[in-house]
Every structure is written in C-alpha cells, then in structure tokens.
C-alpha cells in the first residue's frame, strides 16, 4: 500500500496598516506581502490605499480597501463587522496588525473569529500620559508582539508590563539589493554631489531626517563649527549636508540657517530640501550622522548607510545601540562599523567627526565593508521575512 504524505496548506495571512503610502512600516507590509507570496502562501493586506498598492498587486497579493485608519469610534466598530466577513470569507488563518488604530479593530475580529492575532511595534513606546498607555496598549494583546529592536522590546516589558503577549524582537529590513554600494546608485550619487557642491577632494557628511529639533541638524551644524576651530586647514575638506523637508517648520528652518552662518562662516553646511533617493544619497556621502537628541525605536538612517558600506556616527541611545557597533563593544574597533556618542554633546559629536575625518581611505573602507556585512547578517529584508514566517508557523503549529 502506497501512503501519500499530505503537505500543510500554506496560510493566508492579513496584514491591517492605516495605509500603504510610502513609510517603514508600509514597506514592511509589502515585504512581507512578497515573502507570503514566494513560499506560496496568501497575501491580504487592509488599508485605507496609497501608492503602494500598485506594487502590492502587481506581486499577485491582495489588497481590501478599508478606512481602518480612522480613530473614529463609530468607524472603528465598523471595521471590526468588515474585517469579521472578511476573515470568514477568505479563510484567514492569522491576522497581524501594525498600528494602533487598526489593531483594535482588528483585534475583536480576531477574537470573533479564533484567530491567531499578532502585532508589530514599529512606532514609539510612551510612558504617559495614562490615557495614550491605555491606547497603544493593544498591540501587546496578542499571541505575539514584534518589537522592532531590544530597545522598543524592553520599553513594552518596562510601560505595559506582563501583558500575556510573546515578544519577538524582529528589527526592521533593508533592502539589500536596492542599497547596493557597487550597484546603480553610484553613477546617480555622483550627480548629488556635484548639486550639492562637494568636490571630489570634499569629506561629505550627511545627516538625513525631517527638520525637526530632535533630530539633531543644529547640533550637528555646531559640531562641525567646532570640528573646524580645532582642525583649522585640516578640516578644510569637511562639508555637511542636511537633508529632509522643513514640513512647515519654517521657524526651526531659519534657526538652522542662523547657526549655519554662526558656527561655519565658510558655509560648508547646505540645506539640501527632501531627496527621494536615499541609496545614492547614502552613496555621496563619507560618513552619515544620526545624531539624535530623543531616542529612536529602529534609526533606519543609519541602517541604510551601513547596508550602503559607510561608517556611521549615531548618538548612543535607542535602536542605535542595536544597530551600530563601537569600537567600545566585544570586539573593540577591529569590528567597528561607526562612532556612538553621547547624545545632545556637541563636543563628542565633534571629536568623532574629527576621527572619522582623519581616518585614511582604506580605513574607512574596511569599516564600511563591516558595516555592510553587519546589515546583510542582522537587518536585511531576508532576516526579518525569514524571522516573521517563523513566527507565523510556530504559531499553526501551536
């Protein structure tokens, strides 16, 4: 008697975001949308729409429009009725919520329904007011919550506590293809540098981010104000670029403008407006800041310079503590892939850049091929699609 080995069905599995625009968490979606889709599973992702649709349909998944986004309650009711048909309909075997709004919707439709529910934390874990704990609560009510670096997983441990949820740390990924140091963003980083006015001889520095306070742009502007007053001619190759949109904070973009002609007389710092190409901006640069003054969940910047091979100086809080390694870490500067400073000192700011400036080609080439490596092994899409499938079956499996 011949015995045929049943194989498992593979899941269908819906994604629920407010939208698909073009933000971390919406190309999380789609990627994981293509990994569901390349192991033969079903892809169905709910959202409001946004450009990203396109893209997720052309790869075969399915995309349900839904006002999911909205924090009306009326609405979000509504959406629990709409997301319990269609979790019925389609045979859903796992819904995975990635933000708050939508989450508790989707939630009750997974409770309705005996579905396994997962959350992914992409965005900030506050600690107050009690009403907002209250709020972002939700995404640790599941089987499974996805942290997107230790630092997010120990602040959910910390403000909400015992909550029943496995929390998973599965970082964000990059796109290893796309943020290729010898692929095509080269010959377009080379046209960014000359719009940018750095010569071939210029040491570029870039700091990438929104204008906002937090950020770090005026303490960067200073650092290299003091950079120069040390170094002298030394430093007469260093140039900053800042870019990222002012979002109508005009007043803190004239701040910048003030500090730029206080601390660098010689304007070697340019405002460089919004730019639409990160690999090639990563590319044109010798050295990327990250030097935020508030701790961020992930810092993705200074994951995709170091996916682009360039050394990295973050300040020394939040994901940035996951995601750069210092010479200060088990392995010491062998296994470098950038600077950690403390945070919101202009002076250690300073003196990295100086470093950083002062290291010969070779040097800060090793450091950027280790940086590379370090991305492709821990934060590449790859790892985190792979991280998340797993967690996907453990679940079945449970």
Not at 30 to 48: K, P
Not at 360 to 384: I, L, Y
Request: aromatic share 4%.
């Amino acid at each position: 008697m011949t015995i045929k080995l049943v194989q498992p069905a593979k899941p269908t599995v819906l994604q629920v975001i407010p939208s698909l625009g073009t933000g971390g968490a919406e190309r999380t979606t789609v990627d994981m949308a293509r990994a569901l889709m390349a192991e033969g599973s079903r892809a169905l992702v709910a959202s409001r729409g946004g450009r990203l649709v396109r893209e997720l349909e052309q790869m075969g998944a399915e995309h349900i429009e839904m006002p999911v986004h909205s924090k009306n309650p009326v609405v979000m009711g509504l959406n629990v009725e709409r997301l319990t048909r269609l979790i019925e309909k389609e045979n859903v075997d796992i819904v995975h919520a990635r933000s708050r709004a939508p989450a508790w919707s989707a939630l009750a439709a997974a409770r309705r329904t005996k579905r396994p529910f997962v959350t992914t934390y992409h965005s900030k874990v506050h600690e107050r007011p009690r009403l907002k704990v209250f709020y972002n609560s939700v995404m640790t009510r599941g089987a499974v919550v996805i942290a997107n670096s230790d630092f997010t997983a120990e602040r959910i441990r910390k403000f909400h506590g015992e909550t029943g949820a496995k929390i998973v740390t599965i970082p964000r990924g990059t796109d290893m293809a796309e943020f290729d140091p010898t692929g095509p963003a080269v010959k377009r980083a080379e046209a960014l540098r000359e719009k940018w006015g750095a010569g071939s001889g210029d040491t570029l520095f870039l700091l990438a981010g929104r204008l906002t306070r937090w950020k770090g742009q005026l303490l960067a502007t200073e650092a290299l104000g003091l950079m120069n007053e040390r170094l002298g001619s030394a430093a007469a190759s260093a140039k900053l670029v800042l870019v990222g949109d002012a979002q109508g904070r005009t007043d803190y973009e004239d701040e910048i403008k003030a500090a730029i002609e206080a601390h660098n007389p010689a304007l070697r710092v340019r405002l460089a407006g919004h730019c639409d190409d990160m690999p090639a901006a990563c590319s044109a640069a010798d050295i990327v800041l990250a030097p935020s003054l508030d701790p961020e969940p992930f810092g993705r910047s200074a994951v995709e310079a170091q996916a682009m091979a360039r050394p990295v100086i973050v300040a020394d809080h939040g994901g940035a503590t996951d995601t750069v390694l210092d010479a200060s870490d088990p392995g010491g500067a062998a296994a470098a892939t950038g600077w950690r400073v403390t945070p919101g000192d202009p002076d250690a700011l300073a003196a990295a850049m100086a470093e950083a400036l002062s290291a010969n080609a070779p040097d800060r080439a090793a450091m950027g091929a280790r940086g590379r490596a370090f991305v492709e092994e821990q934060f590449s899409v790859t790892a985190m699609t792979d991280r998340t499938l797993a967690v996907y079956r453990d679940l079945l499996d449970a």
